[in-house]
């Protein structure tokens, strides 16, 4: 299984967020900057995590994103959620899969509960989904600072004499 980028750079600014900036408004172009990451594509990503909760905006210019909840409640499957929409390894687990838009998809399996490989990837994905639940911002923070990566100022607040 691959995630799509959307996820993968969904968790990558989420965390860049929660590192550099914490509590205050982050902007698109600094994460972007930071993270390598398009900043249209960033704006496009956002919108998901915002419409999810994940998220605040502020306008203006002291304004930007910032999490909508402490970095500890937020976790990776919240944001992957988010981004895909759900968390399956594979689109025929246990018959239709609705899609983001909450419609049928037409992708049946069309051997739907009558074929044993649809445990394995049902139980493959439910134990991913357990596992991305244990990761929040804060315990990617924390492996982040055990790595010695290092925290940049936020320039916006530095004030010289």
């Known amino acids: 299984m691959k995630l799509s980028t959307k996820s993968r750079y969904g968790v990558r600014a989420?965390?860049?967020?929660?590192?550099?900036?914490?509590?205050?408004?982050?902007?698109?172009?600094?994460?972007?900057?930071?993270?390598?990451?398009?900043?249209?594509?960033?704006e496009q990503i956002f919108q998901d995590l915002k419409k999810a909760g994940l998220l605040n905006s502020r306008r203006g210019p002291q304004g930007g994103y910032s999490l909508a909840r402490p970095a500890e409640e937020i976790t990776v499957k919240d944001i992957v959620l988010a981004a895909e929409g759900e968390l399956q390894l594979v689109n025929c687990v246990k018959g239709l899969r609705k899609t983001k838009a909450n419609e049928e998809s037409d992708q049946a399996c069309q051997f739907d509960n009558r074929c044993v490989t649809q445990n394995i990837w049902n139980t493959a994905s439910k134990i991913l989904g357990d596992y991305f639940d244990t990761l929040s911002l804060k315990s990617l923070c924390d492996q982040a600072k055990e790595m010695g990566v290092e925290k940049e100022l936020d320039h916006r607040f530095m004030y010289f004499i």
Do not use: V
Not at 14 to 28: E, R
């Open 14 to 42: 989420m965390f860049d967020m929660a590192y550099h900036t914490g509590t205050l408004p982050a902007q698109i172009k600094d994460i972007s900057r930071r993270q390598n990451i398009s900043p249209r594509y960033l």
